[in-house]
């Protein structure tokens, strides 16, 4: 008793003094130093400072504390719920440093109207504040073995950092914090469960799990409410067999930050979760690879349908060892991920994706620029982008796949790195335009485009020729015909006919070589042959020149010949008078039509000219005809100039100006186009 009198003064608590020493008799120096500074406003001091720094105040040391520093829990309870206890209080309610807390902390149900402060403490057994309702709870570098304080009511702060460190579960479920749930520098240790659950929780103002915080064990915030931020900076969450943070249906008012040192290794899901500004994942590495025996593994994050009114930003130091997912997303800003690592696993069909954005509706531009780096495919199909889709400098290992993605400000396909690597898939995308280089070009068979559409090519250095632009529909993986249409189509935009009937030439010959591909050997022959007299006469359709240049090459070779054939006597007047003449002098009447090479060729070749020549020369009937040319030409030469086969050669002219004419009548009106 006389130790007990140094230790208490009568004068400032008689009352409370002898009061709880009815209830619990003999007290420690520990609880005799709370039930002074109870009245006072003051912290109990339990050990040689209130310096957390100092070792002697490290919980981990509590074993050797002795029974000086501790302190029944029960007692914390008496002074809540005991009202006369509880009068004495002041506004800075309980506050303890440094104690030994024996017993569970029991505060269930519990309304008192200040705060507990337990800093730098070791509970020797379980907290339960379950419902209880708080001014404030400051639990900082204190050791718990486990808290369940669901549906707790807060008025002010929760501070479970500094050194705060639980080894089972901490359950906030359903809690309601009046300003900030603060955990940064605390350790939450349940590997085989939940190591802090936060669900339904409604937090005013932020809550911090930043600076150092950590959880060996799933973090659970599912359906949380948080009026300001959720900062993660620097924080490490580790639950490798499943969810490192699960945050499905979170409400986030402000910002979500993952940056800057931020490590999970474990799925990080916010499945549905609405962020009021910016999510950012800066220089935050996720990691959840693939592991076929562990079902949970394989995601990173998983951000499906998530509601994001400011940007999202994966990038600059981001990296994700397992799929990233913003599956049916709505962001209000950009998506960045320039400077990033996304790593799929292209090795097993179901994880080959390293980021999904399929379905994602962008508000601004997805620029996946300088040192975006992906491992696996990336998905953005039946995207609605409504700035730009920026691919520069990138490197992606895998396929691309935009398929019925609508993209307002264009497609920027520019100096990719290693483009032989990339499988570019854009079939049923719309682009208002499209910007891209030669260099960036996907190797061959690596291009589906199969009905893309785009306005027009964009930037000095994207090829706009037909030429270089067949060399790109070149590389598709599979022939389709509606990408040479919209070649042709853009080509005429810009004022370049001949190259859009240039594009639609070799569309036909592609598609005729596609269609009968698969016929027999005769089938496959035949088509060859028609394909390429349609190619060299008209051009398909698409080129009707080429049958009047045919047309001119006939009558000029004819010209060649039939001067050749007048020269040795082959060609002769029709009109015997005439002949008898021309065939004793060489010479025709006066009144005769003279032969004219180049009108008699061109009368045989173009049947809509007329000029009557044909009409009295024809090749000689004579059959003891001679050649009457030189003297050393060759047989050959007297051959091919002999009647009969300047005969020969009138009919296959004649034939020819008719198939060579007809074919131009098609082209020009279209009968043999396909446009």
Known sequence: MVAMALLWNPAQTPDLFYLAQSYFGQLSAAETKLLGAVQTGTMAICGASANLADPSNAPTKSHEWGPTRS????????????????????????????????????????SVPFSINLVGCRLTENANLHSATLSELDLRATWVHSLTADCMNVTRRVFLSGGFRAEGEVRLADAQIGIDLVCEGGFFSNPAGVALNTEGIQVRGSISLRQGFHADGEVRMRGSNIGGNLDCDNGSFINKSSMALDADRMKVGGYIF???????????????????????????????????????SGRALNADSIKVRGYVFLCRGFSAEGQVNLLNADVGGDIECGKALFKGSPEHEAAASALCLDGTNVRGSLLLGEDFNAEGEVQASRAQIRG????????????????????????????????????????????????????????????????????????????????????????????????????ARTSRNYGDDLGARRVLCEMERLRRKQEYAARNSLMRFSNSVWTWILRVTIGFGFHPARALWCLSALAIVGTILFSAGYDAGSLAPTEANAYAQFKATGTV???????????????????ILRFGLTDHWHPSLDPTWQYAGHRLTSRYVVWLLSPSSLR??????????????????????GIVRKD
Not at 262 to 269: L, Y
Not at 404 to 430: A, C, K, Y
């Open 71 to 110: 302190l029944r829990a029960a007692l914390i309870r008496w002074l809540c719920i005991d009202p006369l206890a509880r009068n004495k209080i002041g506004l800075s309610g309980i506050q303890v440093c440094g104690a030994q807390l024996i017993g569970e902390l029991n505060l269930t149900y519990i």
């Open 258 to 296: 993952f940056r800057n040192g931020f490590t999970a290794e474990g799925e990080v899901k916010l499945l549905n979760a609405e962020v009021g500004s910016n999510l950012e994942c800066v220089n935050g590495k996720f990691k959840n690879p693939l592991q076929p025996s562990l079902p949970g």
């Open 388 to 487: 730009m889709l920026i691919c520069d400098k990138a490197r992606i290992k895998g396929t691309f796949i935009a398929q019925g993605t609508s993209v307002g400000g264009g497609l920027f396909w520019t100096r990719m790195v290693e483009p032989d690597q990339t499988e570019l898939d854009l079939i049923n995308s719309h682009m208002d335009a499209l910007v891209d280089d030669a260099q960036s070009w996907p190797a061959r068979g690596k291009l589906k485009i199969d009905g893309l559409t785009y306005d027009r090519f964009s930037s000095a250095s994207t090829p706009k020729s037909a030429r270089a632009r067949l060399d790109w529909l070149s590389r598709q993986k599979v022939f389709a015909p509606q990408p040479y249409r919209q070649l």
């Open 589 to 607: 009447p006066p009144y005769y039509e003279h032969f004219s090479p180049l009108i008699y060729s061109l009368e045989n070749s173009l049947p």
């Open 648 to 669: 020969w050669i009138r009919w296959i002219q004649i034939s020819l100006g008719w198939f060579f004419t007809t074919m131009g009548v098609a082209a020009v009106t």
